[in-house]
């Protein structure tokens, strides 16, 4: 495992879409799962997302339907296309490579909001 760093997050109106970023360093970024994880002000870290390294997908029940993610392992990087966005999915968004023991990116900050 290696360093993460997240890019994509911004202000967006609701209804509208964001793709967010996570790239890894390392060279065994294909073995490992990733996800994304959220926290709004004054609520618990919750997972939105997650992709193993097979390419499975699991969803909060929150988001499903509007948030694909998605992986490039030639790239090491990890993808969440969030779509129709609302002003609930306001948060700090996190990657996470390994699960919860694992590393950590430094958070991007999704803002929704008319």
């Known amino acids: 495992q290696g360093q993460l760093v997240e890019s994509g997050g911004g202000l967006v109106q609701p209804g509208g879409s964001l793709r967010l970023s996570c790239r890894a360093s390392?060279?065994?970024?294909?073995?490992?799962?990733m996800g994304w994880y959220r926290q709004a002000p004054g609520l618990q870290r919750e997972l939105v997302s997650s992709?193993?390294?097979?390419?499975?997908?699991n969803y909060g029940e929150s988001v499903k339907g509007r948030f694909t993610i998605s992986r490039d392992n030639t790239k090491n990087t990890a993808y969440l296309q969030m779509d129709s966005l609302k002003p609930e999915d306001t948060a700090v968004y996190y990657c996470?490579?390994?699960?919860?023991?694992?590393?950590w990116g430094q958070g991007t900050q999704v803002t929704v909001s008319s």
């Open positions: 996470n490579q390994g699960g919860l023991l694992g590393t």
């Open positions: 390392g060279s065994m970024f294909r073995i490992y799962s």
């Open positions: 992709i193993t390294s097979g390419g499975a997908t």
